[in-house]
């Protein structure tokens, strides 16, 4: 959920008060069509941004769902704002399909969903999501499981390696895994700039191609790994397609390679395009299915110079779209979408470790 913020505060008893404009914003809202009575799902609700502009521009209801229950206080205030419009699930958008008929609807007219870190996380150090502020090395999105703690403090050489190259494409993985495992043995590594630190002297200190530090790609790698963000962002998608109605519209906001090449699979492979039909493909006499999502447009939009230059963080952001035809769902399992075509590092993170 990558969004910008105007203004942050956090008050002596915790709560927020946050004004975030969400990234593409305008192209969002034009590519769900959105109509007065219909039923909306903003699987990352984060600050409410989405929400805020779905609920502002037409007269309908909006089930929004977040893991991260310190987003309460923001989605209570909007939820009085907008009385009796917007139902706030704390869960994760992958089950939306299962909880959307507990908020009282049956089907959706359009789900978004805004992928990764939001500001709001990035800001409070004490989530550990920031390699420039230190705080305890935790990056979980929601309250439970295991932290990038766990991950650097108990996974074997070869399993951060791993972790490293399929979510964070470090090419220079196996020596920041190495670098992590040596330095462990002298002090758990617990807090966000001693790791940072590790790996900058993994690799000389020195910047990354592009100006980035030289930890972005390890603590974009753990944050993905700790929060199972590709295999959710599945489950998220064939949720979608299970609670769209026909002529219903998916719109998706991406923020780094994996997750769009992702995207880009799933929409083509349910389009019926069937992206580099290859030796990676079931043969030709495979059962077909009827296509479940019309592509809007041809490959992703991008945001334009403005945008960028009032929110750096817009940058890399990636949006697809797609909307819903009469066909079934396609199986949850199927094969085609969680493999066919899809790059070996997505494979290799989607498979697991062990």
Known sequence: MQTMARKSRRGAAGDIDALHT??????????????????????????????RMMLSAVQCSVVAFDRDPSVAPLAEALASEFQGRLRIINARFGD????????????????????????????QEDR??????????????????????????????????????????ERRSRAIARAIVAARVEAPVTRTLQLARIVAAALGGG?????????TRTFQALRIYVNDELRELVRGLQ???????????LAV???????????????????????????????????????SF???????????AAEIAANPRARSAHLRAVERTAASAWPANDAITMQGAMPASIAIALGGLG
């Not at 990038?148 to 996974?155: C, I, P, S, T, Y």
């Open 207 to 215: 910047a990354a191609a592009g100006g980035r530090h030289p930890a």
């Open 239 to 249: 949720a979608a397609e299970q609670i769209l109605k026909p002529l219903g519209r």
């Open 294 to 304: 019309k592509m809007l447009w041809t490959g992703a939009r991008k945001p334009d």
């Open 128 to 169: 550990g999501f920031s390699f420039q502020k230190d705080g305890p090395l935790d990056m979980r999105m929601g309250s439970s499981g295991p932290t990038a703690a766990d991950a650097v403090n108990n996974l074997s050489t070869d399993e951060l390696a791993a972790v490293l190259f399929s979510y964070g494409e």
């Open 253 to 291: 906001v991406s923020f780094h390679s994996l997750e769009d090449r992702l995207i880009k699979q799933f929409f083509s492979a349910r389009s019926g395009m069937r992206p580099g039909a290859s030796r990676h493909l079931p043969p030709d006499n495979a059962i077909q299915r009827a296509p």
């Open 22 to 51: 969400p990234v593409m914003a305008n192209e969002v809202l034009e590519a769900l069509a959105i109509q007065d009575g219909g039923v909306y799902v903003d699987g990352t609700f984060g600050a409410g941004g989405y929400s």
């Open 96 to 123: 939306m399909a299962e909880m959307l008929p507990k908020a009282g609807f049956e089907a959706a007219d359009g789900v978004t969903l805004d992928l990764g870190v939001s500001s709001m996380q990035l800001d």
